[in-house]
């Protein structure tokens, strides 16, 4: 069947080329490319989970009943090498490490520490089925006796593309109740909007898990399956959308650009309501109008523009992160300055029964060489083969040939 295909394709190709002026085709460069095969393969059963663990208070662990995870997958789409995921989910990073440094001016005093404890946590493979999450929380709450995400989670906050787009939406499993911190947190971010941000359109997202379906549609949805609140905001509308798996999603012109003003602005937007709601300021008569990130404690839109290119610059695909990875290392510096306890937690998956496996041999050499086309060696050996013609005739009626130069030598010598 392929190659049936393959003489089409051909075909199809003589017959456009025969349709262009001979002239043309003299000149028209071909390009030759070869990939040579690759070496075998193995499997390599290593992926990368990156934990970011609470605020810490005079170094010891601030005691507290309740603390809110702040969530963002690190990976993008799994084309390798092409892909830099710019939006999808860079700039999910990009609000993350902001919240982190704006949080960690709060909570360095005690008397500005808020009722939760705040916790951040970026993952890797977020592309195969949110791997890196979905072990992170087997082992925090299958294979230990205590853990910080035993029945004291007040929410999850996962962020997911937004860098672009007037509109934002928060993607839920199943609908808050009122009365609970989830409700709060989807109030507190119809105000914010409604008095700062006028041209933004919200609205809430309501999708049931499918358990039926291979892979999931957001990665909330994972710390719901184990019965954790939690929800994503993200500027797309549909888990489906092309903008979450494009090759284009990087941050040069060629393609559709992160926008800074817009991915500053839905920075502020979650800032500004996730205080509000971990300092229950609304309770406490503070104006819904008060913008409480100002001056000094503003948002900083050129750091976030480095950390995007920085971010924008480099594939993170799992199959290319591994632990002594210069992007890693350079994420827990980063996160080094404003909490006072990162961690990086490594993953192996189950050799026996594993959901993915990564081979390495990623990245091969294609040579390309420009050579004349088959129609110049065609013209070319026709003209060969007319010159030898016509030297056999020569030498095989050379005596013809003779009477002939000396009949034209004769006449021009008597003129």
Known sequence: MLEEAGEEVLGSVLLKASCLPLSFLLVLPAVLLLLLG???????????????????????????????????????????????????????????????????????????????????????????????????????LDHTDFSLLQDNVAFVLCLDTLGRGNSLHLHVSKPPKEGTLQHTFLKELEQVIAHHFPEVRFSMVHKKINLAEDMLAWEHERFAIRRLPAFTVSHLESHRDGLRNSIMDVRSAAGPRVNLQILTRNTRIIVEALTRVVYNLTEKGVPADLQIFTEHMQIQQEQMESVMDWLSSQPRAAQLVDKDSTFINTLEYYLSRYLKDVKQHYVKADKRDPEFVFYDQLKQVMNAYRVKPAIFDLLLALCIAAYLGVAYIAVQHFGLLYKLVQRVSRKSKQQ
Do not use: C
């Open 38 to 140: 690759p070496p075998p393969a193995s499997a390599a059963h290593e992926f990368t989970v990156y934990r970011m663990q609470q605020y810490e208070l005079g170094g010891q662990p601030y005691e507290l009943d309740q603390q809110i995870l702040g969530h963002s997958k690190l990976s993008e789409l799994s084309f390798l090498w092409l892909s830099h995921g710019a939006d999808s989910n860079g700039s999910g990073v990009a609000v993350l490490l902001e919240l982190a440094r704006l949080f960690s001016r709060l909570y360095t005093y005690k008397r500005t520490h808020a009722a939760y404890n705040l916790l951040f946590f970026a993952s890797g493979g977020g592309k195969f089925n949110y791997q890196g999450t979905k072990r992170w929380l087997e082992d925090n």
